[in-house]
């Protein structure tokens, strides 16, 4: 068994196609599959069911996952771990962000780490808080930036509160509400919404306010991105509600504060274990401690 043939399960794994995980592996898909029914072989049975349509995971695959998960991220760990000791901070850095982060600048910060530490292979994953979460518990990402709404916090993970804001109200120019400079939940009672998907954290603050409110509300059209939430805003389909530390990046909108706005907090998350150098360096950066205390930037 070889941790490359493991690389290969979770590439496939991830993408739940075979020409995709050999493109992110940069190899070629015969070689990918050959690996891959080498190492079945060898365990004795079939982690992947693949048909013409679709690839998923069998019992055994799903046991087998998070098994080669720990083993590919100890011997990048060990790796990382003799090129710090050498003075020199390498290896990978995943990091996994909710759209709308507003408490820090992320692409700042980015540019800030890469320039002290070239050497470090930085990948972002934008995402849903909850799968954000999971994946940090699982290993798959170093660290997360979340949105939870007041009162929830993230389980299984080390973390730290970032900060706490609203959500106000973007309407297109000509609007009806464009000209209010703040309104209740009520007064949006007969507006069609674009949101985040149901289930999302990003979904939950904005659903549990109008229901706290008395307001029923129908979202006709659900987005992960931001900006395609603006693109729907401004063709006059929809109104939305994004943090207020997010809506500059839409001039052309108008915004509209709201009495009895959604509330959100925003957190850091990372591992209960010790985490790699670099994601320990990423943290020290943003000037916290592995432990979640106060730490000197580095």
Not at 45 to 50: C, G, N, Q, T, V
Request: glycine share 10%; aromatic share 6%; net charge neutral.
């Amino acid at each position: 068994m070889e941790l490359q043939q493991m690389r290969y399960v979770i590439a496939v794994a991830e993408t739940m196609n075979f020409t995709r995980a050999a493109e992110r592996c940069l190899v070629v898909q015969s070689a990918l599959s050959h690996q891959i029914a080498r190492l079945e072989r060898e365990l004795g049975a079939k982690l992947f069911d693949r048909t013409s349509r679709r690839v998923q995971l069998t019992p055994a695959g799903e046991a087998f996952l998070p098994a080669a998960r720990q083993s590919v991220e100890a011997a990048e760990r060990a790796r990382a771990e003799v090129t710090a000791a050498a003075g020199e901070i390498g290896g990978t850095l995943a990091i996994g962000a909710i759209p709308t982060v507003g408490a820090i600048d992320l692409a700042g910060s980015l540019k800030e780490f890469r320039a002290r530490h070239p050497q470090v292979q930085i990948s972002l994953r934008m995402g849903a808080s909850g799968d954000l979460v999971d994946q940090v518990r699982q290993g798959a990402l170093d660290v997360a930036f979340l949105g939870l709404r007041p009162g929830v916090e993230p389980t299984g993970v080390r973390g730290i509160e970032l900060g706490r804001g609203e959500l106000v109200a973007l309407v297109p120019v000509g609007h009806p509400l464009a000209e209010e400079r703040a309104v209740d939940l009520r007064r949006l009672s007969d507006e069609t919404f674009v949101d985040f998907p149901a289930g999302s954290g990003g979904r939950a603050q904005s659903d549990e306010a109008f229901m706290a409110a008395g307001v029923r509300r129908r979202v006709a059209f659900e987005v992960m991105a931001v900006d395609f939430f603006a693109r729907l805003i401004r063709q006059g389909l929809c109104i939305g509600l994004l943090p207020a530390a997010v809506v500059a990046e839409f001039p052309d909108l108008r915004v509209v504060e709201l009495l009895d706005p959604p509330t959100r907090v925003e957190h850091l998350v990372w591992s209960r274990l010790r985490p790699a150098p670099a994601a320990a360096a990423f943290l020290a950066g943003l000037g916290v401690g592995s432990d979640g205390s106060p730490s000197p930037r580095t």
